[in-house]
């Protein structure tokens, strides 16, 4: 199956241009063939969110007989090495160590514990990208509001990307103790953080990063290590292709410097007396002792997946087919590109004159072609400030085919024609 470019090279089984010699192609076919989802639909919103393999879905739902069989504790039990194996796994795929991996329900929780940890008060700061979506946005204004925290959201440069000269103003200017709230790849574009200089910029002044790569892992690339940040978040529902209510997170050991979770739980945490308690000083102190196992085991299976397909191959793949959509889409009458100049990932926006969003991606529905309407209230920093009541968002994955790419850009051009 080859997936093919405007100037008629392909992405499989050849080499996309500007793959690195050595980094292996993905097998779309063999994607497609252990994904039942994509026979139903074109799907393209793995930005929402991914859609699971066969075996991940599998592995969950065994997982759920065995609890209905033996009871949920012996079935934990029973698989304990496999789920120590999860965090193992998530480990491998972000470059850290299985003890600074922590399982949670959603990115939002995890980055919430996080930044409860934190225990931030009044005259620490904040530094935010104009990138952060909804729920750690009104988390930092909360703690604005509430807490006293001093919180400066920093401008864009010129490509729609984080301006690390305003950055490192910002960093220099902050009082209290430092952290920056930084994002990887957004909800609201196909923006890509320049995440490394921004690590770096940080440590260098002395302040925390907190990321948000709830967009990018299992699409990009990333080592903890290389990025600097101190502590890292991602949903497993989205590029990463695990069960919903999955999330993970990596906090670096000792970022938290004894100051242990915000609200401990038997995870992590031992009660020892009546009015004392002792961490073990591992990521998982921040987790919740009851946790959907089941889910769990699945998440581990599309991580096992992600690190068998390879991400240097994945991300190559996937920026290719964001920068083929982003091209197509740009030519078409009617339609605008909504993407900054940084836009380098698979996640591709854009609207359609004359008509909102919602109704662009309700049309396209129609046609069997899953896409989003992203609204301005969940990126007020970003769209908000760009003037953008919503935009389309198109993600597409591994499983995507030159059928699902030719049905959305064909689509598209109808829908901005018959707009006109
Ligand atoms: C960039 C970004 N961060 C955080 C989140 C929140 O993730 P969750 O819904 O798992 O809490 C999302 C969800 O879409 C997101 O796109």
């Not at 909804?134 to 984080?162: I, K």
């Not at 769209?383 to 995507?400: C, F, I, K, Q, T």
Request: hydrophobic fraction near 45%; include cysteine.
């Amino acid at each position: 199956m080859t997936i093919g470019l405007e100037d008629g090279a392909s992405l499989h089984p050849e080499m996309p241009p500007g793959m690195p010699s050595g980094v292996a192609a993905i097998d779309v076919a063999a994607e497609r063939a252990r994904t039942a989802g994509v026979t139903q639909r074109h799907y393209l919103n793995a930005a929402g969110a991914g859609l699971m393999s066969d075996a991940v879905l599998e592995r969950t739902i065994r997982h759920l007989r065995l609890e209905q069989r033996i009871g949920g504790y012996a079935a934990a039990t029973e698989l304990a090495d496999e789920v120590d194996g999860v965090y193992a796994s998530a480990a491998a795929l972000l470059g850290a160590d299985a003890d600074e991996i922590a399982c949670f329900d959603t990115a939002t929780t995890a980055l919430r514990s996080i930044f409860d940890a934190l225990r931030l008060g009044p005259g620490d700061t904040v530094i935010a990208p104009r990138s952060s979506y909804v729920s750690q946005a009104l988390r930092l204004l909360t703690l604005r509001r509430h807490a006293g925290v001093r919180l400066d959201v920093v401008p864009n440069d010129a490509t729609g990307a984080m301006d690390l000269t305003a950055l490192d103003r910002a960093l220099e200017q902050a009082t209290g103790r430092v952290v920056v709230s930084a994002v990887h790849v957004p909800t609201s574009s196909g923006l890509v953080e320049p995440v490394a200089a921004i690590g770096a910029l940080a440590r260098d002044r002395g302040a925390l990063t907190v990321l948000d790569a709830t967009q990018s892992v299992g699409q990009i690339d990333i080592d903890v290590r290389q990025v600097a940040c101190d502590a890292l978040v991602t949903t497993g529902r989205k590029f990463l292709r695990g069960p919903r209510g999955t999330a993970l997170a990596y906090l670096r050991r000792g970022a938290l410097d004894g100051l242990g979770g915000w609200a401990p739980d038997v995870r992590g945490s031992a009660w020892t007396g009546a009015g004392e308690w002792t961490t073990d000083g591992t990521a998982r102190q921040l987790e919740t002792w009851e946790a959907a196992v089941a889910t769990r085991l699945g998440l581990g299976v599309a991580l096992r997946e992600a690190l068998d397909r390879g991400m240097a191959a994945t991300e190559s793949h996937l920026a290719g087919l964001g920068d083929r959509l982003r091209r197509a889409l740009a030519a078409t009458d009617g339609v605008a590109l909504a993407d900054p100049p940084a836009a380098r990932s698979a996640i591709v926006t854009f609207t359609v004159a004359g008509l909102p969003g919602k109704e662009v991606a309700r049309r396209l529905g129609e046609a069997r072609i899953d896409t989003i309407a992203v609204p301005a209230g969940h990126a007020q920093w970003d769209l908000g400030a760009r003037g953008l009541e919503s935009v389309v968002r198109v993600s597409p994955h591994v499983y995507n085919d030159e059928a699902d790419i030719e049905a959305l850009l064909g689509a598209v051009a109808e829908i901005a024609a018959e707009a006109r």
